[in-house]
């Protein structure tokens, strides 16, 4: 390889492929002697021609550009990261919540299911007490059921007297506690009259008075409920006359 071939080859090179001064030197001294070698000179073996690949040094700018190429690379993946972990925190965080949510939710309604199994308790033990009270106490015909609601009436401040209650039960259904109106416009409603006093059970359910059975057959529960309506709607059971 002549040095003029060198030098040519030297100025295609592109700046990132630029040797050094020396290498390029060094390079073109040592074809250019090989090159002028003459072919009777002693020598045990042939010259041979230069193969390897010039070396190419990275520029400045280049190693700045990888740097920062490189930062941006890892800022990018450690934001990822935080991203990631910021909404693994805020899933887990709410599922604390819902847990939290939903262990309150079922101590409450357990707290509630256990009030309304004490008070069913309640209720069966007064009516299972005011049943065994009714047998030894009140007779089990009208006058006895008329008598046990008086004391009822009186312990929940209910007014009403004996005369009051038995002569609206008479008009209303006889004395007969199983007693039912299907043909009134109560009836054709779906909410027919029932028992002594012929109360609807809307009407029962809104004044039933507590410790009786909750059914409108039951002569007392029956009598209080009426006659706690009345109180509210006439000022006592004595002031009804006619159908209330």
Do not use: C
């Not at 939710?105 to 033990?125: C, D, G, L, P």
């Amino acid at each position: 390889m002549s040095a003029s071939n060198v030098t040519g080859r030297l100025l295609r090179l592109n700046k990132t492929q630029k040797l050094s001064a020396a290498g390029v030197s060094a390079v073109a001294a040592a074809a250019l002697s090989l090159s002028l070698v003459p072919g009777h000179a002693e020598a045990e073996t042939e010259p041979q021609a230069l193969s390897a690949a010039p070396v190419v040094f990275d520029s400045a700018d280049s190693k700045q550009a990888r740097a920062i190429q490189d930062s941006l690379i890892e800022q990018h993946s450690t934001a990822e990261k935080l991203v990631k972990a910021a909404d693994a925190a805020k899933a887990e965080k709410a599922a604390a919540v819902k847990e939290q949510a939903e262990a309150k939710f079922e101590k409450a309604k357990k707290a509630k299911a256990k009030a309304h199994a004490e008070t069913e308790s309640h209720e069966s033990a007064s009516h299972a007490n005011r049943s065994s009270a009714r047998t030894h106490m009140y007779a089990n015909n009208l006058d006895g059921w008329i008598r046990e609601s008086l004391d009822i009436m009186h312990e929940k401040g209910i007014p009403g007297t004996y005369e009051g209650l038995h002569r609206n039960i008479i008009r209303e259904s006889s004395g007969n506690p199983n007693a039912i109106n299907d043909w009134d416009i109560n009836a054709q409603n779906g909410v027919p009259s029932i028992g002594l006093l012929q109360i609807i059970k809307p009407t029962f359910d809104y004044y039933h008075v507590p410790g009786t059975p909750h059914t409108q057959y039951d002569p007392v529960a029956n009598i209080t409920a009426s006659a706690n309506y009345a109180a509210d709607k006439y000022g006592s059971i004595d002031n009804v006359d006619s159908a209330y």
